[in-house]
T-cell receptor
């Protein structure tokens, strides 16, 4: 089955700096890669996603890049703010053609933005 | 995006009892899933809730322990049966319309077993 690895497990940055979180996946059939932010006591919230037919997607301070050949994708947060502090999860989905449509999650990255 | 509500938000239960968690979506969705998240850990898929048929369980999860219902396209339940302290966890429901469309999560049910 699919395996998603995520690094680093913890990341501390100064306010205003950039943060980068990286994930690799094992199955080349995966074609959808969302990123979730989870705050304490809340469920995961989708912040950005990318499909395998594009290499990069940006939404304000957040961007995701995908390298299908290397089977890795990354989350980039620029101009970090204290409210960006949370746990971030990457995930991968194989898509309908394989019948397994649920997400496989990475292990999570705890991001702390120091004011 | 779909809004997902889970009930209860938290509970403390006695060993050997069962608890049913409800998941309500504010619109019809194709897919609903149940995940478990142990404290400080990632999310692990328990099962896919299939409308009108038996749920599809992942390795390590069985129907007798985690029976699931999905009577329509907006509602599902997960029962945690014969609970033990090892079942203490957060149980999360998610929903989406296809495998490469966004899946959204409820805020989870925080379950503690004494």
């Amino acid at each position: 089955g699919e395996n998603v690895e995520q690094h680093p497990s913890t990341l501390s940055v100064q306010e205003g700096d950039s943060a980068v979180i990286k994930c690799t996946y094992s199955d080349s059939a995966s074609n959808y890669f969302p990123w979730y932010k989870q705050e304490l006591g809340k469920g995961p919230q989708l912040i950005i996603d990318i499909r395998s037919n594009v290499g990069e997607k940006k939404d304000q301070r957040i961007a995701v890049t995908l390298n299908k050949t290397a089977k890795h994708f990354s989350l980039h947060i620029t101009e970090t703010q204290p409210e960006d502090s949370a746990v971030y999860f990457c995930a991968a989905s194989m898509g309908q053609r394989t019948g397994r449509r649920a997400l496989t999650f990475g292990s999570g990255t705890r991001l702390q933005v120091q004011p | 995006s779909a809004v997902i509500s889970q009930k209860p938000s938290r509970d403390i239960c006695q060993r050997g009892t069962s608890l049913t968690i409800q998941c309500q979506v504010d619109s019809q969705v194709t897919m609903m899933f149940w995940y478990r998240q142990q404290p400080g850990q990632s999310l692990t898929l328990i099962a896919t809730a299939n409308q009108g048929s038996e749920a599809t369980y992942e390795s390590g999860f069985v129907i007798d322990k985690f029976p699931i219902s999905r009577p329509n396209l907006t509602f599902s339940t997960l029962t945690v049966s014969n609970m033990s302290p090892e079942d203490s966890s957060i149980y999360l429901c998610s929903a989406g319309d296809s495998s490469n469309q966004p899946q959204h999560f409820g805020d989870g049910t925080r379950l503690s077993i004494l």
